[in-house]
């Protein structure tokens, strides 16, 4: 009869060995997927940093055009001399530079403000996968430390058959 339960109870620890076996395997290929999960974090980071330097770029452009726009104002001052037509011309030529400037800076803005945006969603996709790696850490600790107890009843119940 001690043979029989010594049987069973072997049985059943080998049972649920090979279930967490089964549960480890599961979440080592959730642990790959969320590795790959952080490389396309990783590639989505490096992209808006080509956006953010685009961004300058872009910002150093409208400097320049800044800087156009102040050469232009002093020719309007050299020409108003010579005629006040030129400096029509010239006037409205600044008028819609500086409008397209202002429209400019407004885009760039529009840009910055979707930039941050996705700067948030990124911060919340970090942390949502340290919660889960987490979550994962934990449950790997949990079967690691039930296949351990079994062992160890195996163990047990291997140095009582041997004694009887």
């Not at 080592?28 to 997927?33: A, H, I, L, P």
């Not at 969320?34 to 409208?62: C, P, R, S, V």
């Not at 400019?104 to 919340?124: L, W």
Request: hydrophobic fraction near 30%; avoid cysteine.
């Amino acid at each position: 009869q001690k043979d029989e339960e010594i049987s069973e109870l072997q049985s059943n620890s080998e049972a649920k060995v090979t279930a967490l076996s089964g549960e480890v395997s599961a979440l080592k290929s959730t642990v790959s997927e969320k590795d790959e999960q952080i490389a396309q974090k990783d590639e989505e980071i490096a992209q808006k940093d080509e956006e953010i330097a685009q961004k300058d770029e872009e910002i150093t452009q409208k400097d320049e055009k800044d800087e156009e726009i102040a050469q232009k104002d002093e020719e309007i001052s050299e020409l108003q001399s010579n005629s006040e037509a030129k400096v029509t011309a010239l006037s409205g030529e600044v008028s819609a530079l500086k409008s397209t400037v202002s429209e400019k800076d407004e885009q760039i803005a529009q840009k910055d403000e979707e930039i941050a945006q996705k700067d948030e969603e990124i911060a919340q996709k970090d942390e949502e996968i340290t919660q889960k790696d987490e979550e994962i850490s934990e449950l790997q600790s949990n079967s690691e430390a039930k296949v351990t107890a079994l062992s160890g009843e195996v163990s047990a119940l291997k140095s009582t058959v041997s004694e009887k």
